[in-house]
């Protein structure tokens, strides 16, 4: 139970991988089986009324644990989500950022799942909540990840 | 059992309120108890390897289930997302729109709940299922709608 | 795509495998990609006020997905819940049996998806909608079948 | 932020309402925004191969929930669940008890989220993570609770 990838390892795989998004997104933490993510909000997350959107926090779930993930695995881009859950609890601010705190659950051989509570910053009330599966395939496997 | 917005009158309310996002949502199909909805797929809406993304396929879940009570309850954009699910099955085709087939389960007082396959289009295998619920405040109703 | 057991093979299994259980379950229709199965609602099934637990629920649902995997993948005993979604629509009639609709979504290499809407025998209103994800370890496999 | 019923409050209303089950769950820890209860494992709760089955472990979920917004809310027993998602992470030993730690993300006017993590006692990777939405219809309604 270590880590394969440092914080700033990550950073760079993230950067590397996600070209399009890795300015969405920032690593504030790192622990063996945690993650902390800032989703730096802009415009092009808001809802009408200033609100962060859904598909955005549902973004922010899903690389939260694709993150940790990628920290223990390694560079497995190939790790695919396939299952996921939320529920939206309260508003989130237009105006803050938006913390995800990512529990690993699990990290089996094919299979990992996370947990997430997301805030507003500044809050300590969860916005969020969301439960993410990857599947994971052999590493060399030419198989698709897709269970 | 009856529409309160035709699928004119449905299409120009979501562009009244979704302008950010009218021009990648087209509602093709839409009957008392079921919509299909259409994401044009541009790059905006792709991962790495050319696949649509998590956030777009959730995107699309969300908005049809959204048209869907709207074009039941009429114009009520109070309505808020309070759950979702979704199991991610096939990866879908960067070159293809994405085809979600909406079945509205449930409309009651105050919570509806719709269930959704998503296709590539011209496929009949579906990427994607998603269940999502709403919340929906009273009429008239000042109060939040996040139950 | 066929199937690997009959009906009348998948009858055996079911009441070899999960002698507990076999007479609450009876497969009433089977072909390759459904099956609809009932739950035969007794006193132990139920809840104050007369009305079907949600263990039962799940149990059917849970039940129904794993026999049409069986159906497929033949007796692959191993193969275990790894997720699962509901929906709670209605209130069920305590005096009426369940019937669960399930169609396969996905039956890849290691997970299988399957999606369920349960109805109180002799209405057309759902009153509970399931998916449900299998891990199903491959033939012949040592490992233990949770990912 | 306080709690209506006490631990013993509680034991008992729940004896009351739930004659059929209430030998099999115990309530062991409750503050206000948290409860633990124990699902004491019998024969009937198993599975072939000695674990304990999928219903009893959403039973369980179900009912820490259950109990956490009784507390908080009194003696509302109409509230019922309308949304549940579980992650089934490992096999739970047959021969121990359940544990189940359960925290309320959200006490809304009409809904209530609790997360819940399950472990066999003595173990402290989690067998199972549920969440939980019931629906609260107002006091004195008459209404059903189901939305």
Do not use: W
Not at 12 to 36: A, G, K, M, W
Not at 66 to 88: C, E, I, P
């Amino acid at each position: 139970m270590s880590l394969a990838l440092s914080k700033q390892d990550l950073k760079e795989y993230l950067e590397e991988v996600f070209p399009q998004v890795h300015s969405d997104f920032v690593v504030e933490e790192l622990t063996e089986t945690s993650i902390t993510m800032r989703l730096r909000v802009e415009d092009r997350h808001l809802r009408p009324g200033g609100t962060v959107s859904g598909p955005s926090m549902f973004g922010l779930a899903d690389v939260s644990v694709y993150a940790m993930v990628l920290a223990r695995k390694g560079r497995q881009s190939l790790a695919v989500t396939t299952n996921s859950s939320l529920d939206f609890l309260r508003k989130p601010e237009g105006g803050a950022d938006l913390i995800a705190e990512c529990k690993l659950l699990k990290l089996g051989r094919t299979l990992a799942v996370g947990d997430v509570l997301m805030y507003s910053e500044g809050s300590d009330k969860p916005v969020a909540r969301a439960s993410i599966t990857y599947s994971i395939p052999p590493v060399g496997s030419a198989a698709a990840a897709f269970g």
